[in-house]
């Protein structure tokens, strides 16, 4: 089983050529699809990415809105 260091470099290495992939197509109508392809991709990877640091048991957001909800207490006291 893959640690979660080589799973995030695997998911890293895997952007890296989607992007390269990316900025290789020409932009045209015809290709438009496959840019649609590889920017969903690149998000599914993404969410991995934060779901492996978060912790698989909590959503990759869940930690930023709290921080966000208690920012906001704070603003409203000063």
């Known amino acids: 089983m893959e640690t979660k260091q080589q799973l995030l470099h695997a998911y890293t ?3 890296e050529e989607l992007l390269e992939e990316s900025y290789k197509l ?3 109508k015809e290709s438009w699809g496959r840019h ?5 991709e690149i998000m599914k990877l ?6 492996l640091h978060d912790g698989e048991n909590e ?3 869940a930690e930023g809105e709290d ?3 208690n920012d906001d207490s704070d603003t ?3």
Not at 36 to 40: F, L, S, T
Not at 46 to 51: F, G, N, T, Y
């Open 67 to 69: 921080r966000v909800a």
């Open 59 to 61: 959503p990759y957001w």
């Open 36 to 40: 649609v392809e590889i920017q969903a």
């Open 76 to 78: 409203k006291a000063a």
């Open 13 to 15: 290495k895997r952007i």
């Open 46 to 51: 993404c969410r991995k990415s934060a779901d």
């Open 26 to 28: 020409k932009r045209t």
